[in-house]
């Protein structure tokens, strides 16, 4: 049989095979062992000599504990132990109480506007000044220029009554968001063509006109083009704007025979169709009636005649129906009134 020969560093080893005997890896001399041996510069590579220790391993390369050691090892499952941490759940500010309020919202505790002050509410009826009073402690009476003086005898403009009565509704409303009004956005398209949105009183006009709380293109009153915001506000506008505040719903259906026989007005035919509804409402309303309120008794309601500071007033003073409404005195005994846990720290603490 042909020798075998195994080339091993250059150099040539001839080993014979025999047939009958197969010699064990143990046997082999010292000699053949040393030759069997893998060549350094194989391992270490080329350009680094036998004997230098291979350069450490880089932390990047290093293995995880859980890593396998070889190529064909399977790393165990890690146990529940090893799972990586989750992070805490958020905690409360050291300072939160539950029921503590935000210090952005309004709430019962805390007086929403600051009060506002008049001079001259002398110079108003005695019936209607404690209603301009319990508003002006809202903050709900915005004249511009701000003033001193409230000229309860001067006639309120369209602008000015629209917006008093968004802020004396959402007000008074304050902690009850399904009946507040939403101010108009600056990017909304106009309803009237003398309120652009560049108008400083834009946001409650526009807002009014989208709660179709005033007659406009809105609501179907393609003809009314125009607010005129700087016109005196007439007698039959003030209950045409107000009574839906008041119900909460739809006007009811009116003629001309019922508000005379309600009212008795000898004037109820000079009415405009639209405001007849309005005033056959607010009769029902018995003495928290808005025309009541603001003109006492009378036999003329003198639609077209302008409404006072003081009459607009009296009528924002109160909001909704008999036995369910709330009045501006309410609101602001409310704003002020400690909350129950407000109490209860006070109580704490003594």
Same mark, same amino acid.
């Given at each position: 049989?042909?020798p075998?020969?195994v080339v091993?560093?250059?150099?040539?080893?001839?080993?014979?095979?025999?047939?009958?005997?197969?010699?064990?890896?143990?046997?082999?001399?010292a000699?053949?062992q040393?030759?069997?041996?893998p060549?350094?510069?194989?391992?270490n590579?080329?350009?680094?000599e036998?004997?230098?220790?291979?350069?450490?391993?880089s932390?990047e390369?290093?293995?995880?504990?859980?890593?396998p050691?070889?190529p064909g090892a399977?790393?165990p499952?890690?146990?529940p132990s090893?799972?990586p941490?989750?992070?805490?759940s958020p905690?409360? !500010?050291?300072n939160?109480? %539950? +029921? #503590? &309020?935000s210090?952005?919202t309004?709430?019962p505790?805390? @007086?929403r506007? $600051?009060p506002q002050r008049?001079?001259?509410l002398?110079?108003?009826?005695?019936?209607?000044q404690?209603?301009?009073t319990?508003?002006?402690e809202?903050?709900?009476l915005?004249?511009?220029?701000? !003033?001193?003086e409230?000229k %309860? +005898? #001067? &006639?309120?403009?369209r602008r000015e009554?629209a917006?008093? @009565?968004?802020a $004396?509704n959402?007000e008074?409303?304050?902690?009850?968001?399904?009946?507040?009004?939403r101010?108009?956005?600056?990017s909304e398209?106009?309803?009237?063509?003398?309120?652009?949105?560049s108008?400083p009183d834009?946001?409650?006009?526009q +807002?009014l006109a989208?709660?179709g709380l005033?007659?406009?293109?809105?609501s179907?009153?393609?003809?009314?083009v125009?607010?005129?915001p700087?016109?005196?506000?007439?007698?039959e506008?003030?209950?045409?704007?107000?009574?839906p505040l008041?119900?909460?719903?739809?006007?009811p259906?009116?003629?001309?025979?019922a508000?005379q026989?309600?009212?008795?007005f000898q004037d109820a035919?000079?009415?405009d169709?639209?405001?007849?509804?309005?005033?056959?409402?607010d009769?029902?309303?018995?003495d928290?009636?808005n025309i009541?309120r603001?003109?006492?008794?009378?036999t003329l309601?003198q639609?077209?005649?302008?409404?006072?500071r003081a009459?607009?007033a009296?009528v924002?003073?109160?909001?909704g129906?008999?036995?369910?409404?709330?009045?501006?005195?309410?609101a602001g005994?409310?704003a002020?009134?400690?909350?129950?846990?407000q109490?209860?720290?006070q109580v704490?603490?003594q």
């Amino acid at each position: 049989m042909k020798p075998v020969t195994v080339v091993l560093r250059g150099k040539q080893i001839a080993i014979g095979l025999l047939i009958s005997t197969v010699l064990p890896l143990a046997a082999c001399s010292a000699e053949f062992q040393r030759r069997l041996a893998p060549d350094p510069a194989l391992i270490n590579g080329p350009g680094q000599e036998s004997g230098l220790a291979s350069p450490p391993a880089s932390p990047e390369a290093t293995p995880s504990p859980n890593a396998p050691e070889s190529p064909g090892a399977i790393a165990p499952p890690a146990s529940p132990s090893e799972s990586p941490a989750t992070s805490p759940s958020p905690r409360p !500010a050291a300072n939160w109480r %539950p +029921g #503590q &309020p935000s210090a952005t919202t309004s709430s019962p505790g805390t @007086l929403r506007t $600051a009060p506002q002050r008049f001079t001259d509410l002398a110079q108003a009826p005695a019936d209607l000044q404690p209603y301009i009073t319990d508003l002006a402690e809202l903050g709900v009476l915005q004249i511009t220029p701000a !003033a001193s003086e409230f000229k %309860p +005898g #001067q &006639p309120i403009t369209r602008r000015e009554f629209a917006r008093w @009565l968004m802020a $004396a509704n959402n007000e008074i409303f304050a902690n009850q968001p399904a009946n507040k009004i939403r101010p108009a956005s600056p990017s909304e398209t106009p309803a009237f063509q003398d309120v652009p949105s560049s108008d400083p009183d834009f946001a409650a006009i526009q +807002g009014l006109a989208s709660a179709g709380l005033v007659p406009s293109p809105l609501s179907g009153n393609s003809t009314i083009v125009t607010f005129r915001p700087d016109a005196p506000l007439t007698r039959e506008d003030l209950i045409l704007w107000k009574t839906p505040l008041d119900l909460r719903r739809s006007l009811p259906n009116a003629t001309l025979e019922a508000v005379q026989q309600t009212w008795g007005f000898q004037d109820a035919a000079s009415i405009d169709p639209r405001a007849q509804r309005a005033v056959l409402a607010d009769f029902q309303n018995a003495d928290l009636s808005n025309i009541r309120r603001a003109f006492g008794y009378t036999t003329l309601f003198q639609p077209k005649k302008p409404v006072t500071r003081a009459e607009a007033a009296a009528v924002l003073w109160f909001f909704g129906t008999q036995g369910n409404g709330l009045s501006a005195r309410e609101a602001g005994q409310q704003a002020t009134e400690p909350t129950s846990s407000q109490t209860a720290e006070q109580v704490g603490g003594q």
